[in-house]
Antibody, heavy 120, light 113 residues
Framework: QITLKESGPTLVKPTQTLTLTCTFS??????????VGWIRQPPGKALEWLAL???????RYSPSLKSRLTITKDTSKNQVVLTMTNMDPVDTATYYC????????????WGQGTLVTVSS | QSVLTQPPSVSGAPGQRVTISCTGS?????????VHWYQQLPGTAPKLLIY???NRPSGVPDRFSGSKSGTSASLAITGLQAEDEADYYC?????????????FGGGTKLTVL
């Protein structure tokens, strides 16, 4: 059974750096073809893909946010960490992590999401 | 503005059939990349509904079906039920000069009348 859960601050101030952790179980990020992605959703708005990391440490970023994002993995802890710099109120959103298959290229298991509010 | 275009809303009465379109371009759907669909019930995380254009994960009723043609894809829901009221998103892969990666549609809110 695959599960994922996001954790991190619920409130950050403008210009601060956001660090979110995705803790997962039921699969290993050292298995060929496996990836974990981050997706966000501002209140009442659409899904937006942020970043992906694969079993071989290959990393992909949204072109529009690439300069602000860093994704890393700790295989021994079954965790993936996303950092986003220079946070702005427009970054207020629910942030999801999800299991991703490099061949099929969809997200088949999602975490429950964590709401991050950016406000002074 | 999303790379994939969906109608903001669709509606239908119980038992009816509705379709939701997802229009892309030559750098995503038209380039041959698969389209996937997600259902997001109010207050919950998205759930994979259709993968690889027309395949249903285990547990998804056969009332849901997907298709793809050219630069567009469609999700069809037959025998509408009240529990189908949700937001639906299409997703594909995009590769262009400005970069590449996962792309989502803007989402479609389905209302069951």
């Amino acid at each position: 059974q695959i599960t994922l859960k996001e954790s991190g601050p619920t409130l950050v101030k403008p210009t601060q750096t956001l660090t979110l952790t995705c803790t997962f179980s039921g699969f290993s990020l050292s298995t060929s073809g496996v990836g974990v992605g981050w997706i966000r959703q501002p209140p009442g708005k659409a899904l937006e893909w942020l970043a992906l990391i694969y079993w071989d440490d290959d990393k992909r970023y949204s072109p529009s946010l690439k300069s602000r994002l860093t994704i890393t993995k700790d295989t021994s802890k079954n965790q993936v960490v996303l950092t986003m710099t220079n946070m702005d109120p427009v970054d207020t959103a629910t942030y999801y992590c999800a299991h991703h298959d490099v061949v099929k290229y969809y997200f088949d298991y999602w975490g429950q999401g964590t709401l991050v509010t950016v406000s002074s | 503005q999303s790379v994939l275009t969906q109608p903001p809303s669709v509606s239908g009465a119980p038992g009816q059939r509705v379709t939701i379109s997802c229009t892309g371009s030559s750098s995503n759907i038209g380039a041959g990349y698969d389209v996937h669909w997600y259902q997001q019930l109010p207050g919950t995380a998205p759930k994979l509904l259709i993968y690889g254009n027309s395949n249903r994960p285990s547990g998804v009723p056969d009332r849901f079906s997907g298709s793809k043609s050219g630069t567009s894809a469609s999700l069809a829901i037959t025998g509408l039920q009240a529990e189908d009221e949700a937001d639906y998103y299409c997703q594909s892969y995009d590769s262009s000069l400005s970069g590449s990666g996962v792309v989502f549609g803007g989402g479609t809110k389905l209302t069951v009348l």
